[in-house]
């Protein structure tokens, strides 16, 4: 980067706020994505929107790339400076504007810690639903950048459903505002989805206004154990054609239940070969009622074993154990490399079969969990990129995987984006026609391409080999 | 730094840091919200445990040349170990840090000797009127507390520039300690006593009191000669040889022939001790001697409870509570050997006083060995905020269990002007204190 531009870049947040050592570029030069990494040229931490305003302004002067960054936990290389230049923080814009309680809306800085905003709103007897793993790390801007699921999507589904209105500050520098307080909004086309889930590709989120509902009166947790990966993948989709919503239903396999109990050390029975985590929450008498037909359908469908969380500290150890389960994983082999396929429930089990048999082809170690209601597995390869032929093998299971996924009627990425990971793979599920106009829809409000590019977007999409299963 | 320079400490880093384990941490960041210096710095990744491995990895595999911003990064590093019990994963993250300290000081004490650099990690102190101000005000009030007796004993002066030895040798000699007596009586559970340098000499005080509270307990405590600072401090700054020389001549003082328990006072010494076997990873012999010597440590907290403190305690009469009485958790005594329970049972079994719990007492104070005299900044960042937890729950009285908490917590009462209204106390000390007082009237 040009001395001079990095001396306007720096006089807009004072050097205290900026950084440019060795030290400080490498460590905003990864993510949570194995094997991604590359040096910014610069590091900002902008303390208000007019000092975003000024920085893009200079960067769209010069050409400059942008990438904004979180906490970053993103899982598909979202925030690693592929092409070098400024990494924007929020890490000064990490308040919370206003709780309004007559419009069940809260007002954020991008920099809020997701778990903050949880806790917030419970104090005040409100809930705030949308709960990734990741919720004791990740930023706000993060989750509505990446459209970010959790544990309780399939009953409130996911960050996007949430968000009432955005201020974005533009490439081009100026300030969009989106949405409203407002239960009811068709003026135009929906800008706020349009940049949930955008990656930062389109523009800089500044602020955000989420919707709150009243909070649930109960919760009840139960553990279900399996002998076989299928009977736990069928009573899923046994409990959803039940028409029973339960808040969580969480699916993790013998190798994941393994690393979980390693490190939390909570007497997970390690002999089995899957688990179930399921919640339902709401008025007592109804959550009893749905746990309890969830409990006969268990029985039904071949559960060895079933356990009710007693008290509220062993439910939320609970839920621990599993938003802890990709980092426990990393345990097992030097390289953790995770996917995020997902498909119709009901082809879940399906799903579940076809990664056992992709492991098996390809003689790797793959354990599986995710967040089974919801369709949504996380096949994990645990590997090492040391082993170059080792990794070969990796990358054509990941590509059958994302093949199987996308037959079954899925998708390649369920809530962790596309980022540059996942990029040469997009064109696999959104076709020709999609690629076009999602690259219209970046080249109008980007032109000059500074909004974290080489995410989404990759240079050649990768040939896909149809894979015959039978 | 020249290249010839960086590369040596490539080297270096390829030599004592072990790949493996780098490579265990998958940067999912569960980390960060327990680190301080992450906190303190206001978010700065640089400052973080994922921030510090991933630079440790960079060196090692030349992606980065190494340079004096590299060099802080890891010189922040408290080395409380909050990053361990918070990381699913399970990286070493202590075996990385002073693997990686023992990979600049092997590069560094070669380039003194060569008089080619004169760059320590002190330098910086000394260029810095500001910071060497607040450095010598610490230095002087741990002169008054003591701690330049310890100083001497552990030899970690030979860390300090020259004119800090100057100052240490001209202070006066340690007075001549006097021993506990073990007790006379036929008594059931047999331990052994590990003193520790700095309460061994600091805090004579509550190393009696210790003995005096197992006695009545019905312990009989042995003090086996011969035995030596943990290596704690040294292990820490990077110098394994002579963490393994004190390890060595620990293993040998101790026998461990009919002892239940090797007891100690002090959070940092007793995760050291029980880390022991991480030393002797070459000799099998040595290796197994160090585990079951760390099978039997425990520290004193753990061993009162269940002795019973907690039942004595509540026989005690029930008077009205004086004063409000909080925690601060050793870091290592927390996140090493997960120690956190006992010392707060027994603050709760107290009569007399109150226990409320801090904020953010799990996390560390900055004392952290000599952090405080090398880091002044961030020590004193997080000391001040620590202080404003302290004043916010009104307490009187700050629990520590390991002596170097006990001197921050000490400085801090201090710097605050708070020396009136509120004391620092090892929890030995307050224990016997009220049962003392309920005895004796
Ligand atoms: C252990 C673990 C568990 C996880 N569990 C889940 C889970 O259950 N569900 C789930 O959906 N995800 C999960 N994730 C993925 C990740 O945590 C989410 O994607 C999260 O939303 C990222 O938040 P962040 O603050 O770390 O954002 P970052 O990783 O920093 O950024 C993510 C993306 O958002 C963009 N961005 C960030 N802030 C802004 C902004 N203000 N304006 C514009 N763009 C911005 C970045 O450029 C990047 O493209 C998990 C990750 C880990 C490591
Ligand atoms: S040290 Fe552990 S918790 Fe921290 S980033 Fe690495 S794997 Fe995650
Ligand atoms: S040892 Fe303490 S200061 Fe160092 S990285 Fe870990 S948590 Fe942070
Ligand atoms: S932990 Fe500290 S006080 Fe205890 S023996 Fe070791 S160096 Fe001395």
Redesign the interface.
Known sequence: MDVQVKERLIAITGSAHA?T????K?????????NF?ALPDIVL?PSSVEEIQEIVKVCAEYGVPIVSRG???NLAAGTTPTSGGVVV?F??MNRILELDEENLTLTVQPGV?TQAINELVAEKGLFYPPDPS?M??STIGGNVSENSGGLRGLKYGVTRDYVKALKIVLPSGELLTTGGKLAKDVAGYDLTSLFVGSEGTLGIIVEITLGLIPAPETKKTLLVFYDTLEKAAQTVSSIIAAKIVPATLEFMDKGTIEA?E??MKIGLPTNCEAMLLIEQDGDPAVVDKDMEHVHKLCMEHGATSTQMAQTVEEAAQLSIARR?A???L??KR???ILEDATVPRSEIAKMVKAVQEIALKYDLLICTFGHAGDGNLHPTILT?VRDDAEMARVEMAFAEIFDHAIKLGGTITGEHGVGEMKAPYLEWKIGKAGMDTMKSIKLAIDPLNIMNPGKIFAKSTKKRVVVQHE | MSNAQAELIRHSFVTHVDENRLMDCMRCGFCLPACPTYIYSDYDETQSPRGRIALMKAVRDGDVEWDGSIEEAFDLCLGCRACEPACPAGVQYGTLIEETREAVLSVKSQSLKEKTIRKGAFDHLFADQRKMKTAVKLVTFYQKSGLQKVVRKVGFLELFPPFMKEMERSLPDPPKKRRAQAAQTEKKTKVAFFAGCLMDTMFQETNRNTIELLNMLGCEVVIPKNQQCCGALQGHSGEMERARRNAKANLEAFSLEGIDYIVNNAGGCGAFLSEYDRLFEENPTLHTLARQFSKKQIDISSLLVKLGIVDELAKQPQTEATEIVTYQDSCHLRNVNGVKDEPREILRAAKGSLFVEMPGAHLCCGSAGIYNLLQPEMASRILGSKMEEVKRVQATTIITTNPGCLLQMKVGVEREGLSETARAMHVVDFIHEKIMESIGG
């Open positions: 950084r050592s060795t030290a400080q490498l460590a905003y030069s990864y993510d949570a994505t194995a990494q931490s906490s970053g936990t923080l890490n000064r810690i990741s004791s790390i979980v390693e490190f802890v990709l980092s426990a990393a345990r030097p390289t953790t090492d």
